[in-house]
């Protein structure tokens, strides 16, 4: 039988998931069996290979195979190729010549790689790849799988002695012992076969490795019958019970282990298995004759009293028809167990309980009659008395001489009493005595009062049994003879001195606890006379409680190259042990190294980093394990296991707790520097330079990233890894990729160039080395990473765009006026790789129109008046020159009131990219100018002082525009009237532009208008009396048409007030004073002419003075300044 090949049963599966991966997506996908793998020194391994993805899937696919080993885990081995007999190394080209490393087709994408007697240095990674037949790659084309390769110590061992023969109906009764050492998680299937001539070998019963008992195809309702059954005793032994042998039993039985592994993908796999001895069992048949004849038995014993060292006779008596002509079987028994039995020709068989008396001549059978059968024993011991009982079968011969059994029939019961008599021999012994699992049992047993020669028998009975059963026996003649189970034991029987025996069981396990009977007997002229027994209760400690395994470390956190030392302390009894250590990475399980009980060693992989050294101690066992240069491989959780290797079997022990142990990188010492800040033009190449500036190590390596940092988030821009292999970043678009390029230079310096910088490259650049060392594997890990930043500035290039500062800042025109507004640009505009852009921008006063562009000439030359309905009617009356190159007027033609606000010129700089886009460069504008537009000028202005007068008849109220603002002015006079004792002024009379009059006086009054002048208003009020006093004053508007609104108010201006007192009889008064009033104004008329004569003449004597003295006084510009004459040519 071999391990099934669990690996064959997922073909199926995976092709499946190959035909699924091949409709999602045409790309090219490579699987392995996912590792790692956990393999058997000898066994088989096979990894399978599938791959899918191939326009044509029913091309036949060529794999190759290569294995990376631990040892140099840079360096790829290869082993087989489909396509080329030459592509295997000489390491592995002879095993693959003898086939004993092949390619296993199972469909044109899936193969299977097997190795047939795997081998310790076959451990590594193995790495499947697909021959890429097509001429475009897509997709992965090779999958890796890793392998460890362990120790077999599965151990599987059984009696090679059975009975010669058996009949049919007779129980059988086998035991195996079945154990594993190996610390993964592995699970034992066991069961036992029948192995019949030319045929294939059939389970019996067996054992599941999830713990399901089953039995085999033909055995199945025997086992449900219970007639077969299949008993785990303990830890590794395993007994077959079969209650009822058949003739179809007949065969060579042997017991079979199996030790099953889950691999990563959770299905079980059979890594190795193993067979005990054959046992043969010859089963003879019977035939069962229907009995119709009726057998009486009968017993009788003489005496039924004894004392202890008489002789016990018991008869069994049978009687039925024909006696004479048949055969029969008698059996004595005591209580219900089988003592002795006397088959139909005479052979003795002797239960286990009696089979040491036997031997010894104290039990003896014989046939005295046809009818009488007797069973003498003697001498009798007290553990000899009970009930009695004889049972008899008649036996029937065939033809070929075997006989058949018939029914049996008992006897009456007989009660046999024996009394203890005075002896002078006495048994001495430990009554209760302790022993620990595997070290030496010895028990002593002291014999006084001897007048005779002596012989002993050491009997067991464990706590699952009732009966003794004999262990070992020596004669009065010193001959020693095995018995039972203790057959194939390392037992001794020994007489120490004249009256000591001792018993010596080498390897004590637990099922050896129970009960030792040391039963001594007198013989006098080779017959017992005397016997005395004693026994002791024996307890067999567990090994696994005895010993403690403890694992300490002085330095378990170390950096990379330091020396680790690990303690496994294993303290307890000595026992031969193996003793394993082991490294667990994350889930992964791997062996080290185990060291037998024999001193030998088994290494695992590549574990030349580790040295083991055993020190011996009074209390303990320290077990080294010294870790030379530890790497991160190294870096683990590690424990010590143990197992003992006691009666064939492998008991593991207790292991220790787990010890981490930690191995850092050392801290970086890295100093980097870059400047901090580059500030660099548009359309320029940034230029970044990164350096180290600390000592380099000569077998350093560095790998350096850019990021890129923005408000919006941080991206990837560039890497280099410590290969000097470029990777870009994912978030990197194909636009920047083509402007950034990286190098390493001497130092090292690590330099990034962005080439046509761009306003969005403005950020922070960080610069992150990360420097790479080897270990002392050679393998290389990596530091802590190093940054340093450098801010990059992107602006636009300094502008020469300079406008004229003399300016208009603002103007106040006239309505109907033409308004040029000017904007020159004093810069050189001549550059060719520059084209500029002209605007005007508007914004009106109190609107919501605010720095509207009216008018723009673009940089390419177009003229556009951009769309806005509010402007429509300013747009129509825009003129756009450009006298010269660097003047841009605006010229506003026939302006309005409503075209007032600001006017701002820009200017705009623009030049193309490397894209050919134009960017702009520069921007400039010029101040606002302010744009004032009156109808008018507001010029009016109201005559007149105030006046306090008091009348008693007419008076007139003057209105008198001294000025107005524009020949087209119309007026619109108001008079008011404000009472002495009220602060309402009221309205009396209003004279409107277009002569229309209004009187608001009242119909109690009379008044009348006069407007005599175009300037001269006069409102005279009729017949007054006291109660119209009061203070009057005219309110004059001014009123212009306007182009965009017709008429409209221009000013408004008000009059001195005049204060009127209106008396009854005060006519005279009024009339002097106004009189006076008119002389006064006269006289300083006069006054104000004459005043003006005397100052034109005294101007004019002034004058004549003045010109008289220049004519006689000296020149003193020509004495003290004389001109001289202009030099000839020959000076």
């Not at 007697?117 to 790659?137: M, P």
């Not at 320290?622 to 870790?627: A, G, K, V």
């Amino acid at each position: 039988m071999k391990c099934p090949r669990d690996s064959e049963r997922r073909v199926g599966l995976l092709l499946c998931l190959v035909l699924l991966s091949v409709c999602g997506e045409a790309r090219v996908h490579t699987e392995a069996q996912t590792g790692p793998l956990y393999r058997v020194v000898g066994s088989l391994l096979s990894i399978s290979c599938n791959v899918s993805g191939f326009s044509s899937e029913s091309a036949q696919k060529e794999f190759e195979f290569r294995i990376t080993k631990p040892a140099k885990p840079d360096f790829e081995i290869n082993i087989l190729s489909t396509s080329d007999e030459l592509f295997g190394y000489a390491v592995y080209s002879p095993r693959v010549k003898r086939s004993e490393i092949t390619v296993r087709r199972v469909s044109p994408n899936s193969v299977f790689f097997e190795i047939h007697h795997l081998q310790k240095d076959d451990e590594g990674e193995y790495e499947c790849t697909v021959i890429n037949s097509e001429s475009v790659f897509s997709g992965t084309y090779s999958a890796k799988t890793t392998v460890k390769v362990i120790d077999n110590s599965l151990s599987v061992s059984s009696p090679d002695s059975t009975p010669p023969s058996y009949t049919e109906g007779d129980a059988l009764t086998l035991t195996c012992q079945a154990s594993s050492n190996t610390i993964q998680h592995t699970h034992l299937y066991f069961a036992w076969y029948l192995q019949k001539d030319g045929q294939e070998a059939q389970p019996i019963i067996s054992l599941d490795r999830d713990f399901t008992l089953s039995a085999g195809q033909g055995f199945e309702e025997r086992y449900q019958a219970g007639l077969i059954r299949l008993d785990k005793i303990g830890e590794a032994t395993y007994k077959l019970k079969m209650a009822h042998l058949q003739l179809s039993d007949n065969g060579q039985i042997y017991c079979q282990a199996q030790e099953w592994i889950q691999d990563p993908d959770r299905s079980w796999y059979c890594i190795t298995q193993k067979e005990g001895v054959e046992m043969a069992v010859n089963v003879k048949a019977k035939e069962v004759v229907p009995d119709t004849l009726s057998l009486a038995v009968r017993i009788s014993a003489q005496p039924t009293v004894l004392k202890e060292g008489q002789e016990l006779s018991i008869s069994c008596n049978i009687d039925t028809e024909k006696l004479e002509e048949r055969f029969f079987s008698v059996a004595w028994l005591r209580e219900g167990v089988e003592l002795a039995s006397i088959g139909p020709t005479g052979v003795l068989f002797v239960g286990p309980e009696y089979s040491g008396r036997e031997k010894d001549g104290e039990i003896r059978v014989a046939r005295i009659t046809d009818r009488n059968y007797r069973l003498i024993l003697q001498p009798v011991r007290t553990e000899d008395q009970g009930e009695y009982m004889c049972r008899a079968w008649p036996q029937n011969r065939g033809q070929d001489g075997a006989f058949t059994q018939g029914a049996a029939q008992n006897s009456n019961a007989q009660l046999i009493s024996i009394a203890a008599t005075e002896s002078g021999i006495s048994v001495e012994m430990k009554r209760s005595v302790k022993v620990n699992e595997g070290d030496r049992l010895i028990l002593t047993c002291k014999v006084t009062g001897v007048e005779g020669q002596l012989s002993v028998t050491w009997q067991h009975k464990s706590s699952s049994t009732a009966q003794f059963t004999s262990a070992i026996s020596l004669s009065q003649e010193g001959i020693i003879e095995k018995d039972g189970d203790f057959k194939t034991r390392k037992v001794r029987a020994m007489r120490s001195a004249a009256d000591i025996f001792t018993l010596e069981l080498d390897e004590v396990t637990p099922s050896d606890s129970g009960v030792y009977e040391c039963a001594v007997s007198e013989w006098k002229t080779n017959s017992k006379t005397n016997s005395q027994s004693q026994s002791a209760n024996v307890t067999v400690t567990p090994i696994d409680s005895l010993v403690t395994l403890l694992l300490i470390s002085r330095n378990n956190k170390v950096t990379v190259g330091e020396n680790v030392e690990l303690m496994c302390r294993v303290k307890g009894p000595r026992v031969p042990l193996t003793l394993t250590w082991s490294l667990q990475h994350d889930s992964n399980l791997d062996n080290i190294l185990t060291l037998y009980s024999d001193g030998s060693i088994s290494w695992s992989g590549d574990q030349h980093r580790y040295q083991l050294k055993v020190e011996n101690q009074k209390n303990q066992v320290i077990h080294y394990l010294l870790i030379n240069g530890a790497s991160l491989r190294e870096a683990g959780s590690y424990q010590c296991t143990a197992s003992a290797f006691l009666q064939n079997v492998n008991k593991k022990l207790s292991p220790s707790n787990r010890l981490a142990v930690m191995v850092e990188n050392p801290v970086s010492k890295l100093v980097l520097t870059s400047p901090p800040n580059v500030k660099t033009n548009v359309s320029k190449n940034i230029d970044i330079k990164c350096s180290v500036t600390s000592e380099p190590l000569a077998s350093s390596r560095y790998a350096v990233t850019w990021v890129f940092k923005q408000q919006a988030g941080n991206k990837v821009i560039v890497s280099l890894d410590k290969e000097a292999q470029v990777t870009f970043g994912p978030q990197v678009e194909a636009e920047l990729i083509q402007r950034i390029s990286t190098r390493r230079t001497k130092g090292p310096s690590f330099e990034l160039t962005v080439r046509q910088a761009e306003l969005s490259d403005t950020g922070s650049y960080t610069c992150e080395v990360t420097e790479w060392q080897q270990d002392p594997r050679g393998e290389w890990y990596q530091l802590s990473p190093v940054s340093r930043t450098t801010v990059v500035t992107v602006i636009e290039p300094a502008t020469h765009l300079r406008l004229d500062g003399k300016r208009q800042l603002q103007l106040i025109v006239r309505e109907g006026d033409e308004v040029e507004l000017k904007c020159d640009v004093i810069s050189n505009l001549s550059d060719p790789a520059s084209s500029y852009k002209f605007s005007w921008l508007y914004a009106g006063n109190n609107s919501s129109i605010q720095n509207v562009t009216v008018v723009e000439l673009d940089h390419t030359g177009l003229l556009r008046y951009p769309e806005n309905q509010a402007l429509r009617g300013l747009q129509g009356r825009l003129r756009l020159s450009r006298p010269t190159q660097g003047s841009f007027y605006l010229g506003i033609q026939s302006v309005h009131e409503e075209d007032s606000g600001t006017y701002q010129c820009q200017v705009e700089q623009y030049q193309q990219d490397h894209k050919g886009q134009w960017q702009q460069k520069a921007s400039i504008s010029t101040g606002p100018v302010t744009l004032t537009v009156n109808v008018a000028e507001k010029k009016l202005s109201i005559g007149g002082d105030k006046l306090e007068l008091n009348v008693s008849k007419d008076f007139s109220i003057p209105c008198h525009i001294n000025k107005k603002s524009s020949d087209e002015s119309e007026f619109q006079v108001t008079w008011y009237w404000q009472k002495a004792n009220e602060t309402k002024h009221r309205p009396i009379f209003t004279s409107y532009r277009n002569s229309t009059l209004q009187d608001r006086f009242g119909k109690d009054y009379q008044l009348r208008f006069e407007h005599p002048l175009p300037n001269e208003f006069h409102l005279t009020v009729l017949k007054p009396d006291s109660e119209n006093s009061g203070f009057y004053y005219c309110e004059v508007e001014e009123w212009l048409p306007s182009l965009s609104h017709g008429w409209r108010k221009l000013a408004v201006e008000k009059s001195q007030y005049m204060s009127i007192n209106v008396h009854a009889d005060g006519r005279g008064s009024s009339e002097t004073q106004w009189q006076l009033g008119t002389l006064i104004g006269i006289f300083a008329a006069f006054v104000l002419c004459l005043l003006l004569v005397i100052f034109v003449l005294v101007l004019k004597i002034c004058r004549n003075r003045g010109s008289e003295g220049q004519k006689s006084g000296p020149s003193l510009w020509t004495e003290q300044l004389p001109l001289s004459s202009k030099p000839d040519a020959d000076e």
